[in-house]
């Protein structure tokens, strides 16, 4: 069965402090890649996706992902991180089995930026 | 543009009481997906449906029944809620035939069960 890994479960960081949250996957076949980000008390919203070509893919807000197929892995990064950015943090894995598509999430890790 | 719809927003619940969690979505999107959210658990899939008339299981679906009313209303239903249901549930909508895999989600709806 497909499943979603993140490896840190609470991450602490001072403003302008550089951010990498580690993400694997386990399933063999042709996946997308999302993370999405849920701030205090609202839902989730999407960060960036990745679907196919360039590993390297831009999203909102200054964040960035690369996809390594031969490591499964998709981490998320910004160079400089803001108190605002602390929330929560979710990586997601679509998969296609039977003609379905199904989105699995990881647990999420949640930031904390202090001034 | 209203996205995904759930209501209600908040509830409780007593020990073996039933209630129906709805949701809606106006992007005429083909699949719709129930989940719950714990801490430390992240979100954890519960039913989804690929499309209307079609519902399957997810990673959690016992204690837990779906309604896909027509392409735009998929339901929740707990018959006997249980306190290990307390949870805060969200719905979400994609479209992957059309390329949409990304889901959209709706607020959320914090349910206690006490």
């Known amino acids: 069965a497909q499943s979603v890994s993140q490896h840190n479960h609470h991450v602490i960081l001072s403003e302008a402090a550089s951010l990498e949250l580690g993400c694997n996957y386990s399933y063999g076949g042709t996946v997308n890649l999302f993370w999405y980000v849920q701030y205090p008390g609202q839902h989730l919203q999407l960060l960036l996706k990745?679907?196919?070509?360039?590993?390297l893919v831009k999203g909102i807000k200054g964040f960035e992902a690369e996809f390594i197929k031969s490591k499964f892995s998709f981490n998320l990064r910004k160079p400089s991180v803001q108190w605002s950015d602390t929330a929560e943090y979710f990586c997601a894995v679509t998969s296609f089995s039977g003609g379905y598509n199904k989105l699995i999430f990881g647990a999420g890790t949640r930031l904390a930026v202090h001034p | 543009n209203a996205g995904v719809t759930q209501t209600p927003k908040f509830q409780v619940l007593k020990t073996g009481q039933s209630m129906t969690l709805q949701c809606a979505q106006d992007m005429n999107h083909n699949s719709m997906y129930w989940y719950r959210q714990d801490p430390g658990m992240g979100l954890r899939l519960i039913y989804y449906s690929a499309s209307e008339g079609t519902t399957d299981k997810g990673e959690v679906p016992n204690g837990y029944n779906v309604s896909r009313l027509n392409k735009r209303e998929f339901s929740l239903r707990l018959e006997s809620a249980a306190p290990s249901q307390t949870s805060v549930y969200f719905c979400a909508s994609s479209d992957p035939g059309r390329g949409q895999t990304e889901a959209f989600f709706g607020q959320g709806t914090r349910l206690t069960v006490v």
């Open positions: 990745y679907f196919s070509g360039d590993p």
